[in-house]
C-alpha cells in the first residue's frame, strides 16, 4: 500500500489538549494536540454513533494512562491509538499515523 504523508497544520495553532479538523481530499481528519501527553493524534472526524463530524471538538483525557476522546454529543469514548471504542464494543473510528517536523503535522492516510 502507498504511503501518502499530508502536511497540515502547525502544532502551535492547535489549542492545547483539544482537536481541529482539517480537510484531506476526501477525508475530514481529526488532529488533536495531546499537549498534557506531549502527543499529536490524528483520527476520522466522524462519529460512527450518529455520523456526525464532531469528533475534533471532543473531550480529550485518558483510561489508565490510554489516550482517548470523547464525542461531544453521544459522550461515547474512542482511543487515540487504537480507534476501539472504550464504552461500546460495537463502533471503532480510524486513526492514523502522525509524524511531526519543524512544529508541522504531517498525516498518513
Not at 52 to 77: I, N, W, Y
Amino acid at each position: 500500500m502507498k504511503s501518502n504523508w499530508y502536511e497540515t497544520v502547525k502544532v502551535e495553532d492547535i489549542p492545547e489538549n483539544t482537536g481541529v479538523s482539517v480537510k484531506l481530499e476526501r477525508w475530514q481528519v481529526a488532529i488533536f494536540n495531546f499537549k498534557s501527553m506531549g502527543q499529536v493524534f490524528a483520527t476520522q472526524n466522524l462519529c460512527p454513533h450518529k455520523k456526525q463530524m464532531v469528533l475534533s471538538r471532543g473531550m480529550l483525557g485518558d483510561s489508565k494512562g490510554e489516550p482517548k476522546v470523547a464525542c461531544p454529543f453521544h459522550k461515547r469514548t474512542f482511543s487515540l491509538q487504537s480507534g476501539a471504542c472504550l464504552t461500546d464494543s460495537e463502533c471503532t473510528i480510524e486513526t492514523y499515523p502522525v509524524k511531526v517536523e519543524k512544529g508541522v503535522v504531517y498525516v498518513n492516510l
